[in-house]
């Protein structure tokens, strides 16, 4: 079974477009995050959910959103696609207290 | 304002090679530091979690030490092998999960 979960893999998309990315995690977990990786591999925390509540929420445009219909879902919504939003994004999630944090495959998103 | 580097950014060796990576921290204050691996194209996984109570963490090949009081974890890989090809991150928590900027490996035959 699959700990952290994202769809789609790959996702190739025109300028202006709005997508989402969905992620699930079936650990039992409490927190959920998003993370960026830029092109030098650098990961970047986007939000933060825990206990369906925003605690983080980074210097991010307000064109991508997150949304967490129950604790086990996280899902990332993205309005206006611009060129510089391609990158991959990874989900993941962890317990507090715990410290281990669990990530998806990663969802790899070309906006052309 | 925790922050966490790698060194070397890229290393390339031989298999059968003893390898150090390094990371470093700036707030000692950490509860925990964990090492992952990430392969080309994949996400990420975790390889070990040391607490801080701890001063190693021991998975096969790999062996990762904690010395808070001066700040760095070394993630130590004996006898490489090309399957490790990948590139290694460290992490530590604050109310997220601070990388460092990761060191790529590649071992060749």
């Known amino acids: 079974d699959t700990a952290v979960s994202q769809t789609p893999k790959y996702l190739v998309t025109q300028m202006g477009n709005d997508k989402s990315i969905k992620c699930e995690q079936n650990l039992g977990h409490d927190t959920m995050y998003w993370y960026k990786q830029d092109s030098k591999k650098f990961l970047k925390i986007m939000f933060s959910?825990?206990?369906?509540?925003?605690?983080i929420n980074e210097t991010v445009p307000n064109r991508f959103s997150p949304k967490s219909p129950d604790k086990a879902h996280l899902n990332l919504h993205i309005n206006s696609l611009e060129l510089g939003d391609s990158a991959v994004y990874f989900c993941a999630s962890s317990q507090v207290g715990q410290g281990q944090a669990f990530f998806g495959q990663g969802t790899r998103l070309t906006v052309v | 304002k925790q922050e966490v580097t790698q060194i070397p950014a890229a290393l390339s060796v031989p298999e059968g090679e003893n390898l150090v990576l390094n990371c470093s921290f700036t707030d000692s204050a950490i509860y925990n530091l964990q090492w992952f691996r990430q392969d080309p194209g994949k996400g990420l996984t975790s390889l070990l979690l040391?607490?801080?109570?701890?001063r190693e963490q021991t998975s096969g090949r790999l062996n990762a030490s904690l010395d808070k009081s001066s700040g760095r974890s070394t993630l130590y890989i004996a006898a490489s092998q090309p399957g490790d090809s990948a590139t290694y991150l460290c992490a530590v928590p604050d109310d997220k999960l601070i990388f460092g900027t990761g060191t790529r490996l590649q071992v060749f035959p």
């Open positions: 040391i607490q801080s109570s701890q």
């Open positions: 959910y825990n206990n369906k509540e925003l605690i």
